[in-house]
């Protein structure tokens, strides 16, 4: 497939990478040459020096030959033109960022059907909801809703008092006959993420990724090791449009709100748009605010900047304080295997969220992906079709790669985790966990 990245920023130069890593032709446009020379150096992709909106930049792109068109600048409006461009030159499918709330409302609906935008995206919002999703499995650093949130998928590491650490998944597949409400489905290890079998042992600071029922949310919390109680009080440190959209939504949870903003203007216009909110101008590494502000007292920290080192050095502040989880926005993912041993609870990142909008349409007939910061394992939501090699056979006969798990179902409403002995029918909707590479075969499996 031939993809047309536009804008080669946080969000588009991920997508760029991601997509290139599994073998596609990717294109990658942007007007700041340095951006483009430092994913030439890293990324096998064509980078294009130019505007998204100019039509002899998209052909340079390969624009005449591509499947998709992905616009993630960070200016709404050039998201939009180049769609519309890319529509009108014969391109199938496109996905836009588009952040502005103007653009977003009923008022701009004829805007959008302009541009022939088949996916809208907006990374701030969907950042914010990763926040909230993490407020309901205290001490994950990963959730992910699948099949209506029937399902989910809960990513952790496994402290060394966990229940689960030094058992085999049979040992604790045994325990819960015969019917399970939970499933380890990745294990990552050091550098390495592995689909496991009955066999594999659990060992202290493994990073599991689970897939449950929904209703069995606080057994997987306790046997993770993971209970840390309520979250009812929570400061946002960065006054950013992130910020202001999961403030809004945690007030409306009757969550208390803080928020410290070192812009004079942007506090000022939080403290008249958030009526429940206490804003504070002030900088985020200024111990003596944080001090003042209490921030030990606090469940949750997060820190949303655009600079990382602000974030992750104000979240080991609140740690050493007393604070509860921390949540740090990283824009530079070699931090990553920083954090953890540092102190910090979980990374975020806008980049995600973007991604598995993008895959979701680069796989064709996937009703939704999760994909991860770290590591390359994906979730996805598939549905069995009518008369597909899966309909009406038993999981273990498929011969599924090994790097792929079929991990639980849905049907009619009644979510199950799947065993090889159970027997796919055709419109289940199944979760399934896999390396990139695995997944074609499981679609071609399921029909």
């Known amino acids: 497939m031939h993809v047309v990245v536009i804008g080669a920023g946080e969000v588009g130069s991920y997508v760029a990478d991601r997509l290139s890593r599994e073998g596609h032709d990717v294109g990658i446009i942007d007007i700041d040459r340095d951006k483009l020379r430092r994913i030439d150096d890293a990324v096998d992709v064509l980078t294009v020096c130019g505007s998204g909106t100019h039509p002899d930049t998209l052909r340079r792109a390969g624009i005449e030959s591509a499947d998709l068109l992905v616009a993630v600048t960070a200016n709404d409006e050039v998201n939009l033109i180049a769609s519309m461009l890319a529509k009108s030159i014969g391109v199938a499918r496109s996905i836009v960022r588009i952040e502005a709330a103007e653009l977003r409302g009923d008022a701009a609906e004829e805007v959008r059907k302009a541009s022939g935008a088949d996916l809208i995206i907006d990374p701030d919002a969907e950042t914010a909801q990763e926040v909230l999703k ?72 493994d990073h599991v990724r689970v897939v449950a029922k929904r209703r069995a949310r606080r057994l997987v919390i306790e046997l993770l090791g993971l209970d840390r109680g309520e979250t009812n009080r929570v400061i946002l440190l960065g006054g950013g449009r992130t910020a202001e959209l999961l403030a809004r939504r945690l007030v409306d949870r009757g969550v208390h709100v803080v928020i410290v903003e070192r812009n004079p203007i942007r506090a000022r216009e939080l403290a008249e748009a958030l009526d429940d909110v206490l804003v504070i101008e002030g900088e985020i590494t200024d111990a003596d605010l944080l001090e003042e502000v209490d921030i030990g007292r606090f469940e949750m920290v997060v820190a949303l900047t655009g600079e990382d080192d602000a974030n992750i050095l104000a979240c080991l502040f609140a740690k050493s304080t007393g604070a509860g989880e921390t949540v740090a926005a990283v824009h530079r993912l070699a931090l990553l295997g920083l954090l953890s041993d540092a102190g910090v609870d979980v990374a975020l990142s806008p980049r995600t969220a973007t991604a598995n909008g993008v895959l979701r349409f680069v796989r064709g007939g996937v009703a939704a992906v999760a994909t991860f910061l770290q590591g390359d394992v994906e979730v996805l939501e598939l549905e069995v079709k009518k008369g597909s090699p899966a309909d009406g056979e038993l999981v273990r006969d498929l011969n599924l790669p090994k790097d792929a798990l079929i991990a639980a179902a849905v049907r009619d409403g009644k979510p199950q985790i799947i065993r090889g002995r159970s027997r796919l029918r055709g419109r289940d909707h199944v979760v399934v966990v896999a390396m990139p590479a695995a997944v074609e075969d499981v679609r071609v499996a399921l029909g």
Do not use: Y
């Open 134 to 205: 993490l407020l309901d499995f205290p001490g994950a650093d990963e959730v992910a809703q699948m099949v209506n949130g029937d399902v989910v998928v809960i990513g952790a590491k496994l402290p060394v008092h966990a229940p689960l650490v030094g058992r085999t998944l049979g040992e604790i597949a045994e325990e819960f006959e015969p019917d399970w409400d939970f499933m380890v489905a990745a294990i990552g290890r050091g550098d390495e993420t592995i689909i496991p079998r009955k066999d594999h042992r659990l060992e202290a600071n």
